[in-house]
C-alpha cells in the first residue's frame, strides 16, 4: 500500500460548484497533514494544514480529518477558474512528509 | 528576499558537466529538504538535513552530492547526470521541534535538462 493515495482522475467542476478532494494514508501514527496547490510549471504552495480530527476552514477551503478511517479530504466552495490545479496531498509520518500523486482540478467557466 | 528562493531557476547541462544549485531560505527554519519532480510523478523525497545534519538519503544516485554549510543554505551538486535526471528540482524548509515537523515551504524549483 502506498503512504498516501490519491486516485481520482482529473476532477472538471464548474465555476462556483464544490470540489472534493480524497486522499488516504498508511501510517496510523500520522500527525500532520497538508494540502499543497500546484499550478503548472510552479512549486508547491501550502494551503492548509490540519492536525486534528474533524473539519478546519479558511476561505473558501475547508479540510477535513478522519484518523480513525485514515483519510484527509479538501472541499473547494465557490470553486473559480484561479483554483485549476493540481491538488497535492501530504502526510506526516514516519519522519518525512510522504506526498500522494496529486490531483488536477479545472474549474470550467 | 523572502521565504525560500532558488537558483538557477533553469540549468541545461551536458551529461559530463558539473554544477551546482542553491536554495537559500529566509524563514528561520532549522530544516531543509531536496525534492525531485519528474512529469507524472509524485514528489520524491532525496535529502533531509535536520540542524545541518544529512538525516534522509533517499536511496539517491551518488552523482547527486548535498551539501548543508548552514541552517540557510543547501546546495545539490550534480556531476555525469543522465538524460533521466531531467526533472524539477525543489528544496523546501520546515521547522522541527522536538522531533514534529511542520509544514513545509517550497522555493520555485530549478528545472534541469541534461542532453
Partial sequence: QKEVEQNSGPLSVPEGAIASLNCTYSDRVSQSFFWYRQYSGKSPELIMSIYSNGDKEDGRFTAQLNKASQYVSLLIRDSQPSDSATYLCAVHGNNRLAFGKGNQVVVIP | ?115
Fill in chain 2, 1 to 115: 528576499e523572502t521565504g525560500v528562493t532558488q537558483t538557477p531557476r533553469h540549468l541545461v547541462m551536458g551529461m559530463t558537466n558539473k554544477k551546482s544549485l542553491k536554495c537559500e531560505q529566509h524563514l528561520g527554519h532549522n530544516a531543509m529538504y531536496w525534492y525531485k519532480q519528474s512529469a507524472k510523478k509524485p514528489l520524491e523525497l532525496m535529502f533531509v538535513y535536520n540542524f545541518k545534519e544529512q538525516t534522509e538519503n533517499n536511496s539517491v544516485p551518488s552523482r547527486f552530492s548535498p551539501e548543508c554549510p548552514n541552517s540557510s543554505h543547501l546546495f545539490l551538486h550534480l556531476h555525469t547526470l543522465q538524460p533521466e535526471d531531467s526533472a524539477l528540482y525543489l528544496c523546501a524548509s520546515s521547522q522541527v521541534d522536538s522531533g514534529f515537523y511542520n509544514e513545509q515551504f517550497f522555493g520555485p524549483g530549478t528545472r534541469l535538462t541534461v542532453l
